[in-house]
C-alpha cells in the first residue's frame, strides 16, 4: 500500500562508492518488478526490470537482484555518480494484470562528493 | 520508449473548481493510465484509462471526483473535480507500449489547491 508520512528512508552514499537500494515487496504472486528514478520535479523513469523466472538482471552500471524465497527486491549501482542523486521506487505487478503497479515506498539517495 | 507529454506542468487552483490534465504519447500503446503522488509519497493507481469506453476506477476513487477520456490510442485526459487542499499532487500519466515491454510515466502535472 501507499507509504505513510512525509520522511523517505534515506541512503547517503559517497561518491564511487556502490549503493544498495533494497525493497520487500508485498504479493507472492507477482512476476514482474520494475526499479523507478525520480529525480526531483521529474517523473519515474524506468531503470531496470526483472521477471520472477530470473534472480539477477544487469544492465548498464545497475544490477537487480530478486529473491522471492523472502519477496526481496534490490539495486545495486556501481560507481555512484552524482547524477545518481534521486528517489528509486521498485513496482511489482502481475503481468496479467499490467499497470496495475503497486509501488514501494521509495528511497532517497544521496551522493556525497 | 514512447515519448509523453503533460499539460499543464504545474497550476495553482482555488478549493471548488476543477482542473483537466491532458496526456499525449507520440505513439500508439496499448495501455494508458493515472497515477496519484502525494507529497512526499509514493505513486497509487487512480485509474486505467480506456480506449472509447469508461476508465476503470481503482479502490477509493470515483468517476465524479476523477472523470477520465481516452478518445484514441494517443491521448487521454484526467480531471480533478470540486477541488480541496487535499488533491494537492502531482498527477502522472503513464502507458505500456503495443509491445507490452514495461510501463513508462510521464513528467507529471503538479496541482496546489488553496
Known amino acids: 500500500g501507499e507509504s505513510v508520512g512525509l520522511h523517505l528512508p534515506t541512503l547517503s552514499v559517497q561518491e564511487g562508492d556502490n549503493s544498495i537500494i533494497n525493497c520487500a515487496y508485498s504479493?507472492?504472486?507477482?512476476?514482474?518488478f520494475i526499479w523507478y528514478k525520480q529525480e526531483s520535479g521529474k517523473g519515474p523513469q524506468f531503470i531496470i526490470d526483472i521477471r520472477s523466472n530470473m534472480d539477477k538482471r544487469q544492465g548498464q552500471r545497475v544490477t537487480v537482484l530478486l529473491n522471492k524465497t523472502v519477496k526481496h527486491l534490490s539495486l545495486q549501482i556501481a560507481a555512484t555518480q552524482p547524477g545518481d542523486s534521486a528517489v528509486y521506487f521498485c513496482a511489482e505487478t502481475l503481468t496479467d494484470s499490467w499497470g496495475k503497479l503497486q509501488f514501494g515506498a521509495g528511497t532517497q539517495v544521496v551522493v556525497t562528493p | 520508449s514512447a515519448v509523453i507529454s503533460q499539460k499543464p506542468s504545474r497550476d495553482i487552483c482555488q478549493r471548488g473548481t476543477s482542473l483537466t490534465i491532458q496526456c499525449q504519447v507520440d505513439s500508439q500503446v496499448t495501455m494508458m493510465f493515472w497515477y496519484r503522488q502525494q507529497p512526499g509519497q509514493s505513486l497509487t493507481l487512480i485509474a486505467t484509462?480506456?480506449?472509447?469506453?469508461?476508465?476503470?476506477?481503482e479502490s477509493g476513487f470515483v468517476i465524479d471526483k476523477f472523470p477520465i477520456s481516452r478518445p484514441n490510442l494517443t491521448f487521454s485526459t484526467l480531471t480533478v473535480s470540486n477541488m480541496s487542499p487535499e488533491d494537492s499532487s502531482i498527477y502522472l500519466c503513464s502507458v505500456v507500449g503495443q509491445g507490452r515491454k514495461t510501463q513508462y510515466f510521464g513528467p507529471g502535472t503538479r496541482l496546489l489547491v488553496l
Open positions: 484509462a480506456n480506449q472509447g469506453s469508461e476508465a476503470t476506477y
Open positions: 504479493n507472492s504472486a507477482s512476476d514482474y
